[in-house]
C-alpha cells in the first residue's frame, strides 16, 4: 500500500476525527434526531479527510462533529440543542 493510501484508507486509522449525522426534526422542531451516517478520518498531512459514508442524506444536508474522547458510539440521539448531539 502506498503512502497516499495509507492516508487517506479509513481502516489504518482506529477512531475517526469526525462523525457525520443527518438530522430530522420532531414534532414542532424544538427537537430533532441525529442519526450518524458518516465517519471522517484526517489525512495525516492534515490536508483533508477521507468519508465512509453509509447512507446518503435524504435533504442532502450532512452535519459533521467532532469526536470527543468520551462521546459513546450511538447510532441515533434525540437532541434539544439545535446544535448538535453533546
Known sequence: MSNEQKQTNPSTNNKPFMLGYTVTPIGDGKRSAWSKIAAAWAH????????????????????????????QDGNDVVADDPV???
Open 84 to 86: 448538535g448531539p453533546t
Open 44 to 71: 495525516k498531512d492534515g490536508e483533508g479527510y477521507a468519508v465512509r459514508m453509509d447512507a446518503l442524506p435524504v435533504d442532502g444536508r450532512l452535519v459533521l462533529r467532532t469526536v470527543k474522547d468520551d462521546q
